[in-house]
Each structure stands twice: as structure tokens, then as C-alpha cells.
């Protein structure tokens, strides 16, 4: 038995790259030999010789990687030298690690590029041809070899390199909404990749590959626990374990952080309480954070999520959240920490609007926060629905640092079976213009601080990590992965840009199939947005798990209930947040407020989130609101019958494993999307009382069966089934 499968193993391996099953595992970091000659001809030109001047951690990293990458490139690895003595060496360092980067005339064009930038540039050295990856630190090193790999990988040209590229978004990290039992909040992709209990002695072999993914795309912290966080990590037996990661993270250029829970002084500390303007809390904060640095010297820092969703936090001692964010500060400050407190707050006592809520509590508090706090704001007011307008927090705080919350993990969207490209989605928030301060003043802007001049500057995304080995439930969730990474470092990169990387990086450089993937990647969140949520409808999705379509709920807490956001009637459908309703619409700067307010110049695509409409309301199509919606959800069913169709077109430049499981969730997205219409429309039809017409597939069944569906709390497959 042992001896077939071992010649079954030689002759798969034999047959080469195109047999091997590929699980998604080595996300885009693939290197895979170039197949055509003449490219391979030049690359190998290209890169003779490794010359590493100096011996850091981050260096070897930057090392080992070309080694790997360009062995699978190339073929065969580049002798390592010290020194160049043949053409197409490629030569990495610092000023300070290698006396040979000294050397070149490259300090001016160095100096303007921070800790974390790079330039590559083709040279002359002692006469022979070289490429060198220079920077200021060692980590842009690994930043620029990425880079320079990144070329290999998606077949670009080698040739008169004079590159150089710095991060705009100082801390750019992901949060892991990890728990310490192993479970994942809004996690599809399995169980945690942080193996808690194994940990400090068991050090899984995936932690260096999340820490290398990381890098390349420029990711520099790791937040490892859930904002809904539990104290005991702040024990001594856990901050041993939280060591041991960050040691395995920081020649990467990653920094831990941990999530606080503002009750801790009382849960570990035995305090009577935790009022943060009580000299004991703050006493015990400081110790802890002392505690802390000892075992990780270079932590990041805190994420709070307090006085939100039952959360202990300030207000509980009718303490503001300025005065929270502050005690943390002063705790961290002499140890270069810095606080990410989160304005994710709402509360079902307070009568208003929820979208409003975090504007009110925060703006008034802008200019009362310390120097090392930055306020970390989602993307929409709501909670990364399919589509949401902009936070107008963005704009509105220029005292305070605020920094971007996107989630990579698709609570709302699909989770791991719907393929959905979420660089499309945060490319439209990041380009949204606040006119905070005058025309031009886009989300992206607010927050690599140019419009507002602050300090610091961060961008947060919720991760969609786990232990699956595909890493994030999906092979083309992985796309979010890296273009949360890509648009992190470049707020302003191009969603479309960051796809073709991907899909070279990933799938294949054949220009007919990337361009039909990226055709794939680029459809795909309209897609959603019209088969979930068109014109602007939010949260009307199941309770709880948040997966299938549920608009007929009604909750106690009405600010999470379906029925709350579309408040539809006979009369008409949508929220009027204009001024003769909760009059959210204020909170934007002219003139995205009177764009929004006016039914004339409301875009339909956030049309029903501002504003309640007659169903016989004509929207710019010519069509009701009633006709329109039922012509989104349609076109969201035929687009994702077309991915469907087009993934079909590539199987030839794709592997079987990766091809079955990609066309299997394009199945299970049509289906869901069919459901989600059915659901939807059968729903809303009890109140427009209009017919669905007749030129369109009509519900396959009444409401009540969608109403039975039900999908386990766990979702596991078969999904989500109609209760008998
Ligand atoms: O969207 C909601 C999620 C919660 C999450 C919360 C938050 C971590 O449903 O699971 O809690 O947002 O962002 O705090």
C-alpha cells in the first residue's frame, strides 16, 4: 500500500507543477518557474548573485525569501557572495548594515523615505550590472524585496529599475477578533491560527508564514485578541505566550498589540473598581503596561473597545471616552505605545438613530485626547453592511487622529462562500470626498493624515484569518487579505491595480485569464450589494449569524432589528435621515449633505439609506422603487450566474483543487443570491403590492418557507435549511 502511494507520489510529481494539488496555502506568495524562455533568460541574467550586506533578522528574512522565491522562479538559487563579481547581482542593505550600499549615490533619495520605504534601482557596480534594494531600515529591505518579487511574480520588466515607494499609513494592521478558547468572532476560515494552549513552548510553523504574507504587503501590526476581550491575557501565563508570537513576528516588522478589557483592575487587579480617574486603576495600568514591555519591548499598544455592545468602559463611571482612552495613554506613553479606541458605540437607550450615535458621543470630544490615542473608526456609521455611506466622523475630528476599521472578513458579505472583492468596496470609501476641508478631502486623505495634519496615522482591518488551510475560508478571500494590505500601505492605490497583482500572483500571468478574473473580482461587489442590500437597504440580514436574508425581523433591541433599517409600509420603503427624520444627513460637511438630502441629487445607490420613498417613487432609471428593486436583485442574480460562467473559461490555467472548490461556492452563490431575492422581494411585496413583472423568474415559493430557513449558529454544510 505504502509502496503504491509513493510511485503514485513520484508520478504526480513528475508530471509536474500543473498536477499538484494546490489547498491555497501559499496565498500569494507562490513562485512558481517562469515559463516562458525569454523571460526566464532575462531573470536568470538578472539575478547571478545574492549580496546581503549585513546579518540582521529582518535581513536573513529578506534573504531566505529571495532564495526560496528565486529557486522556484528561476530554477536554481543565486550563489550568496559579499561581493559583486558578475553581472546581475542583486544586492540588498542598509547605509548601516553594508559598506557597499554606502557606497552608491543613493542617500538623498534615501533620506526621503522613512523607516519603512525602499528604492530599487539598477546599477553599475564596479562595472556589473546589479539591482539594488536599498533603505533606511532593514525592514524596507524586506518591503523592497517584496516588491522586487513582486515584479518576478507578475512578469514586469527588469530592466532600468529606479523605484521607490514609502507607506503613506504609518501603523497598518490587522485585528484578529480571536478569542483565547480558539474560536473566532466572525471567523469562517476555522478555528484561531493562535495556538493558545500549545503556546509558549509550541510554536506552530504557521506563525512565520503569516508574519512573511504580512510583510509583503507591508502589514506592521497584529492586534491578537477580540475587541470583545478577555483579561486573562493580561496574566503573566498568557503575556509568556503573547512573547513568544511577537518574537516570531518582529523580524518581519510586525508589532503585537492586545485588546484591554476595561474591567481588568477589578477582574485580575481585585480593585473595587476600574474608574479610570481613580489613582489605584491607573496604578494598575501603568504596572501592567510596565509588565508588558518587560516580556515584548516593542509593543504596539492597545485596541479598547468599551461602553459598546455590553462592553465594560468609562461611562460606567460617568467618565468620558476621552478620559478612558487617556489612562491607557499614560500608561504607554513613556514606552512609545499607542491607544486604538474604538467609536463602535451604540446603545438601545439612547433614542437616537444608531448611525448617529458615535458622531455625537466623539465629536464633541475632539481635541481632549492625548497625543498617542488614535480614534479607530468603521468604514460606515452602521457596521460593514454591503454598502454604507462613509463615517462622517471622517472630516469631522481635526484634533484627534482617526483611523480606518475596515472588516476583511465578510460578516455581512458572504462570509467564506460568496466571492466578494472587498478592494472595490474600501477604494469607494477611501475615495468618498468629505469636503472636510474643501473639495479633495477624501476618507484616504483624512486618514494618511494630509487634510488634518495629524501626528499619527493607522488603518485597521478586521482579519479574515484562520486555521483552514487556505487560510481564510475561500481562495479568493485571500484577495482580501492582500488588498487590504496593498491599499493600507497606498490609500489611494487602484482596487483594480491591487486585482491584477493578485490574480498574477496567485493564479496565472495569462492575459486571458487575468483579465477574466479580474473581470470576476471587479463585478463581484455590485453583485452583492444588489442581490443583499440594493439602493441602499442595510441590515437586513438574519440575526446573529448574520448570513442569509431576514428583513421581517423584529427585535427587542430595535436598533439591530431588519425591520428598524428598511421601514417598510404600505406607504414606502427606507430610513428618512433628512431633516423631517433622525436628520443623521447633518453630520457631513456641505456638500455631501445637501447631495444627500436632496432626493434630486441622493446617488440610488444610498438612495433608501437616507431617504423613506413612496414605492411608486420614481428613482433615475424611469423605474419604481418597487420596479428598480426588483430589477437589482435580478441583475445581482445574472452577474453572479456570469462569474460563474467566465470561472468556467479559465479552468485550463487553473488546478483542479483550487478550480472544484472555487466553482463549488460560485454554486452555492447563485442559490443564495436566488434565496435572497426570493426572500427579499416575497417580504416587500406584502407592502408595494405590486407585481413582480412578468419578463422576470418569479419566487420559487411564498414567504413563509423563506421565513422557516434557518442556518445553524455554527454554520456548517449543508448550510442553511428550511425548518419542516
Ligand atoms: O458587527 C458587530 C459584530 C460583532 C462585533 C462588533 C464590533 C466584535 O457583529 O461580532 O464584535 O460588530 O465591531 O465590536
Same mark, same amino acid.
Request: proline letters at 6%.
Given at each position: 500500500?505504502?509502496?503504491?502511494?509513493?510511485?503514485?507520489?513520484?508520478m504526480?510529481?513528475?508530471?509536474?507543477?500543473?498536477?499538484?494539488?494546490?489547498?491555497?496555502?501559499?496565498?500569494?506568495?507562490?513562485?512558481?518557474?517562469?515559463?516562458?524562455?525569454?523571460?526566464?533568460?532575462?531573470?536568470?541574467?538578472?539575478?547571478?548573485?545574492?549580496?546581503?550586506?549585513?546579518?540582521?533578522?529582518?535581513?536573513?528574512?529578506?534573504?531566505?525569501?529571495?532564495?526560496?522565491?528565486?529557486?522556484?522562479?528561476?530554477?536554481?538559487?543565486?550563489?550568496?557572495?559579499?561581493?559583486?563579481?558578475?553581472?546581475?547581482?542583486?544586492?540588498?542593505?542598509?547605509?548601516?548594515?553594508?559598506?557597499?550600499?554606502?557606497?552608491?549615490?543613493?542617500? $538623498?533619495?534615501?533620506?526621503?523615505?522613512? /523607516?519603512?520605504?525602499y528604492?530599487?534601482?539598477?546599477?553599475?557596480?564596479?562595472?556589473?550590472? $546589479?539591482?539594488?534594494?536599498?533603505?533606511?531600515?532593514?525592514?524596507?529591505?524586506?518591503?523592497?524585496?517584496?516588491?522586487?518579487?513582486?515584479?518576478?511574480?507578475?512578469?514586469?520588466?527588469?530592466?532600468?529599475?529606479?523605484?521607490?515607494? +514609502?507607506?503613506?499609513?504609518?501603523?497598518?494592521?490587522?485585528?484578529?477578533?480571536?478569542?483565547?478558547?480558539?474560536?473566532?468572532?466572525?471567523?469562517?476560515?476555522?478555528?484561531?491560527?493562535?495556538?493558545?494552549?500549545?503556546?509558549?513552548?509550541?510554536?506552530?510553523? /504557521?506563525?512565520?508564514?503569516?508574519?512573511?504574507?504580512?510583510?509583503?504587503?507591508?502589514?506592521?501590526g497584529?492586534?491578537?485578541?477580540?475587541?470583545?476581550?478577555n483579561?486573562?491575557?493580561?496574566? %503573566?501565563e498568557?503575556?509568556? #505566550?503573547?512573547? !513568544?508570537?511577537?518574537?516570531?513576528?518582529? &523580524?518581519?516588522?510586525?508589532?503585537?498589540?492586545?485588546?484591554?478589557?476595561?474591567?481588568?483592575?477589578?477582574?485580575?487587579?481585585?480593585? #473595587?473598581?476600574?474608574?479610570?480617574?481613580?489613582?489605584?486603576? *491607573?496604578?494598575?495600568?501603568?504596572?501592567?503596561v510596565?509588565?508588558?514591555?518587560?516580556?515584548? %519591548?516593542?509593543?504596539?499598544?492597545?485596541?479598547?473597545?468599551a461602553?459598546?455592545?455590553?462592553q &465594560?468602559?468609562?461611562?460606567d463611571?460617568?467618565?468620558?471616552?476621552?478620559?478612558?482612552?487617556?489612562?491607557? +495613554?499614560?500608561?504607554?506613553?513613556?514606552?512609545?505605545?499607542?491607544?486604538?479606541?474604538?467609536?463602535?458605540?451604540?446603545?438601545?437607550?439612547?433614542?437616537?438613530?444608531?448611525?448617529?450615535?458615535?458622531?455625537?458621543?466623539?465629536?464633541?470630544?475632539?481635541g481632549?485626547?492625548?497625543?498617542?490615542?488614535?480614534?479607530?473608526?468603521?468604514?460606515?456609521?452602521?457596521?460593514?453592511q454591503?454598502?454604507?455611506?462613509f463615517?462622517?466622523?471622517?472630516?469631522?475630528?481635526?484634533? @484627534?487622529?482617526?483611523?480606518?476599521?475596515?472588516?476583511i472578513?465578510?460578516?455581512?458579505?458572504?462570509?467564506?462562500?460568496?466571492?466578494?472583492?472587498?478592494?472595490?468596496?474600501?477604494?469607494?470609501?477611501?475615495?468618498?470626498?468629505?469636503?472636510?476641508?474643501?473639495?479633495?478631502?477624501?476618507?484616504?486623505?483624512?486618514?494618511?493624515?494630509? =487634510?488634518?495634519?495629524? $501626528?499619527? @496615522?493607522g488603518? +485597521?482591518?478586521?482579519?479574515?484569518?484562520?486555521?483552514? *488551510?487556505?487560510?481564510?475560508?475561500?481562495?479568493?478571500?485571500?484577495a482580501?487579505?492582500?488588498?487590504?494590505?496593498?491599499l493600507?500601505?497606498?490609500?489611494?492605490?487602484?482596487?483594480?491595480?491591487?486585482?491584477?497583482?493578485?490574480?498574477?500572483?496567485?493564479?496565472?500571468?495569462?492575459?486571458?485569464?487575468?483579465?477574466?478574473?479580474?473581470?470576476?473580482?471587479?463585478?463581484? *461587489?455590485?453583485?452583492?450589494?444588489?442581490?443583499?442590500?440594493?439602493?441602499?437597504?442595510?441590515h437586513?440580514?438574519?440575526?446573529?449569524?448574520?448570513?442569509?436574508?431576514?428583513?421581517?425581523?423584529?427585535?427587542?433591541?430595535?436598533?439591530?432589528?431588519?425591520?428598524?433599517?428598511?421601514?417598510?409600509?404600505?406607504?414606502?420603503?427606507?430610513?428618512?435621515?433628512?431633516?423631517?427624520?433622525?436628520?443623521?444627513?447633518?453630520?457631513?460637511?456641505?456638500?455631501?449633505?445637501?447631495?444627500?438630502?436632496?432626493?434630486?441629487?441622493?446617488?440610488?445607490?444610498?438612495?433608501?439609506?437616507?431617504?423613506?420613498?413612496?414605492?411608486?417613487?420614481?428613482?433615475?432609471?424611469?423605474?419604481? !422603487?418597487?420596479?428598480?428593486?426588483?430589477?437589482?436583485?435580478?441583475?445581482?442574480?445574472?452577474?453572479?450566474?456570469?462569474?460563474? #460562467?467566465?470561472?468556467?473559461?479559465?479552468?485550463?490555467?487553473?488546478?483542479?483543487?483550487?478550480?472544484?472548490? =472555487?466553482a463549488?461556492?460560485?454554486?452555492?452563490?447563485?442559490?443564495?443570491?436566488?434565496?435572497?431575492?426570493?426572500?427579499?422581494? @416575497?417580504?416587500?411585496?406584502?407592502?408595494?403590492?405590486?407585481?413582480?413583472?412578468?419578463?422576470?423568474?418569479?419566487? $420559487?415559493?411564498?414567504?413563509?418557507?423563506?421565513?422557516?430557513?434557518?442556518? %445553524?449558529?455554527?454554520?456548517?454544510?449543508?448550510?442553511?435549511?428550511?425548518?419542516?
Amino acid at each position: 500500500m505504502m509502496r503504491t502511494l509513493f510511485v503514485a507520489a513520484a508520478m504526480l510529481a513528475l508530471l509536474g507543477g500543473s498536477a499538484r494539488a494546490d489547498d491555497g496555502y501559499d496565498l500569494w506568495l507562490r513562485y512558481p518557474r517562469v515559463s516562458d524562455p525569454a523571460l526566464l533568460a532575462e531573470y536568470r541574467a538578472a539575478a547571478t548573485q545574492l549580496v546581503v550586506g549585513g546579518d540582521g533578522p529582518t535581513l536573513r528574512a529578506a534573504r531566505d525569501e529571495l532564495t526560496t522565491a528565486l529557486t522556484g522562479l528561476l530554477g536554481s538559487a543565486p550563489a550568496v557572495r559579499t561581493s559583486v563579481t558578475t553581472d546581475g547581482a542583486i544586492v540588498i542593505g542598509t547605509p548601516r548594515s553594508s559598506a557597499l550600499i554606502r557606497s552608491l549615490p543613493i542617500a $538623498a533619495e534615501l533620506r526621503g523615505l522613512g /523607516r519603512e520605504g525602499y528604492l530599487i534601482r539598477s546599477v553599475r557596480i564596479a562595472g556589473r550590472r $546589479a539591482i539594488v534594494v536599498a533603505a533606511n531600515e532593514e525592514i524596507g529591505v524586506l518591503y523592497g524585496t517584496f516588491a522586487l518579487l513582486r515584479r518576478f511574480q507578475t512578469q514586469g520588466s527588469l530592466r532600468d529599475l529606479a523605484l521607490h515607494d +514609502a507607506p503613506k499609513i504609518a501603523l497598518r494592521v490587522l485585528d484578529h477578533w480571536d478569542n483565547l478558547d480558539g474560536s473566532v468572532e466572525r471567523g469562517y476560515a476555522g478555528r484561531s491560527i493562535w495556538r493558545w494552549d500549545s503556546l509558549p513552548a509550541g510554536i506552530s510553523p /504557521r506563525y512565520r508564514d503569516y508574519a512573511r504574507a504580512n510583510a509583503s504587503i507591508g502589514i506592521n501590526g497584529a492586534v491578537l485578541t477580540n475587541v470583545n476581550a478577555n483579561a486573562r491575557v493580561l496574566t %503573566p501565563e498568557y503575556l509568556d #505566550k503573547v512573547a !513568544v508570537v511577537a518574537n516570531v513576528l518582529r &523580524p518581519y516588522g510586525i508589532r503585537v498589540y492586545l485588546t484591554a478589557r476595561f474591567s481588568a483592575p477589578i477582574e485580575l487587579g481585585g480593585l #473595587k473598581t476600574a474608574d479610570p480617574l481613580d489613582p489605584a486603576v *491607573r496604578q494598575w495600568w501603568k504596572s501592567k503596561v510596565d509588565e508588558i514591555y518587560a516580556r515584548v %519591548p516593542d509593543f504596539g499598544g492597545f485596541v479598547v473597545k468599551a461602553n459598546s455592545e455590553g462592553q &465594560p468602559g468609562p461611562q460606567d463611571y460617568k467618565r468620558t471616552h476621552a478620559d478612558g482612552a487617556n489612562m491607557f +495613554a499614560d500608561a504607554l506613553t513613556s514606552h512609545g505605545g499607542v491607544v486604538m479606541w474604538r467609536a463602535f458605540v451604540y446603545s438601545n437607550e439612547v433614542p437616537t438613530d444608531r448611525v448617529k450615535q458615535a458622531y455625537d458621543e466623539f465629536k464633541p470630544l475632539d481635541g481632549s485626547f492625548r497625543e498617542n490615542v488614535l480614534v479607530q473608526v468603521k468604514s460606515g456609521p452602521l457596521d460593514f453592511q454591503p454598502r454604507e455611506p462613509f463615517h462622517p466622523l471622517f472630516g469631522a475630528m481635526p484634533k @484627534t487622529p482617526l483611523m480606518m476599521e475596515f472588516q476583511i472578513t465578510k460578516e455581512y458579505l458572504g462570509q467564506d462562500t460568496h466571492l466578494v472583492y472587498m478592494g472595490s468596496y474600501w477604494e469607494e470609501v477611501l475615495r468618498a470626498d468629505t469636503y472636510a476641508a474643501g473639495k479633495g478631502s477624501t476618507v484616504a486623505k483624512v486618514i494618511d493624515g494630509t =487634510v488634518h495634519h495629524y $501626528a499619527r @496615522t493607522g488603518i +485597521a482591518g478586521v482579519s479574515n484569518i484562520g486555521s483552514d *488551510r487556505n487560510w481564510t475560508g475561500s481562495q479568493f478571500n485571500e484577495a482580501n487579505w492582500y488588498a487590504f494590505g496593498r491599499l493600507a500601505w497606498n490609500p489611494e492605490g487602484s482596487a483594480r491595480a491591487i486585482a491584477d497583482e493578485w490574480i498574477r500572483m496567485t493564479f496565472t500571468n495569462s492575459p486571458a485569464e487575468v483579465a477574466s478574473i479580474r473581470l470576476m473580482l471587479l463585478q463581484s *461587489r455590485e453583485a452583492v450589494v444588489n442581490y443583499m442590500t440594493p439602493l441602499g437597504l442595510a441590515h437586513i440580514m438574519a440575526t446573529g449569524h448574520h448570513y442569509g436574508p431576514a428583513p421581517w425581523a423584529r427585535l427587542a433591541r430595535a436598533d439591530q432589528s431588519p425591520t428598524y433599517y428598511h421601514r417598510a409600509d404600505t406607504l414606502g420603503v427606507g430610513f428618512d435621515r433628512t431633516a423631517t427624520g433622525s436628520n443623521a444627513v447633518a453630520q457631513y460637511a456641505v456638500p455631501v449633505r445637501d447631495r444627500y438630502a436632496n432626493l434630486a441629487t441622493v446617488p440610488d445607490s444610498v438612495l433608501l439609506w437616507f431617504h423613506h420613498v413612496p414605492w411608486t417613487y420614481k428613482t433615475p432609471s424611469g423605474r419604481t !422603487v418597487w420596479d428598480e428593486l426588483v430589477f437589482r436583485y435580478n441583475a445581482g442574480i445574472d452577474t453572479v450566474r456570469a462569474m460563474r #460562467k467566465t470561472w468556467a473559461t479559465v479552468k485550463p490555467a487553473v488546478d483542479a483543487e483550487r478550480f472544484a472548490e =472555487v466553482a463549488g461556492f460560485l454554486d452555492i452563490q447563485e442559490r443564495e443570491a436566488r434565496w435572497w431575492r426570493d426572500a427579499a422581494l @416575497t417580504y416587500f411585496q406584502q407592502f408595494s403590492r405590486m407585481p413582480i413583472p412578468a419578463t422576470y423568474e418569479q419566487p $420559487a415559493h411564498p414567504l413563509a418557507y423563506y421565513q422557516r430557513i434557518t442556518c %445553524p449558529a455554527n454554520r456548517n454544510k449543508p448550510r442553511c435549511d428550511v425548518v419542516p
